[in-house]
C-alpha cells in the first residue's frame, strides 16, 4: 500500500503496515499481521512476531494498560481498575494500588477467606 506525501508523490507504506495513510510510512491503519491472520494457516516455522495495531502504528506486544486481542490485532484498553490484563479488558494480571488482585479482579477488599499480602 501507498500514502501520499504531498500533492504529487505517492509512497510506500512501512512493511509492518497492511495499510497506511500518511503523513509518515508508519501512520498504520492496519498492520500487516492484523490483514493475514484470520485466513492465514499458522506455520510454526514462521518466527515473525504478531503486529498489533495501537494508535497509528503496528507492535509486537502492548503497552501497560492495554491488552492483545488476538482476533482483530489491535492493542485494547483494560477495565478501570486494572494495570495490566489480558484476554479481556476484565482479566486482570495486576491492579492499581490500593486494589487487590483477587481471582482475576481488581477488589477494594479480600474475601472472608483470603488474605492480603504485602510484597
Not at 488476538?70 to 486494572?82: A, V
Not at 490484563?85 to 482475576?104: E, G, I, V
Request: charged share 30%; aromatic share 10%.
Amino acid at each position: 500500500m501507498h500514502y501520499k506525501e504531498d500533492e504529487s508523490n505517492c509512497h510506500d507504506c512501512h512493511e509492518t503496515c497492511a495499510e497506511c495513510e500518511g503523513p509518515y510510512e508508519t501512520d498504520c491503519i492496519k498492520c500487516n499481521r492484523e490483514t493475514e491472520g484470520a485466513d492465514r494457516e499458522i506455520d510454526l516455522l514462521d518466527l515473525t512476531p504478531p503486529r498489533y495495531h495501537y494508535e497509528m502504528t503496528c507492535i509486537e506486544m502492548c503497552i501497560d494498560l492495554f491488552y492483545e486481542d488476538d482476533t482483530t490485532w489491535t492493542c485494547n484498553r483494560c477495565s478501570d481498575d486494572c494495570f495490566n490484563c489480558k484476554n479481556t479488558a476484565d482479566d486482570c494480571t495486576s491492579c492499581y494500588n490500593p486494589l487487590f488482585l483477587d481471582n482475576q479482579r481488581c477488589v477494594e477488599e479480600c474475601n472472608a477467606t483470603a488474605f492480603k499480602a504485602l510484597y
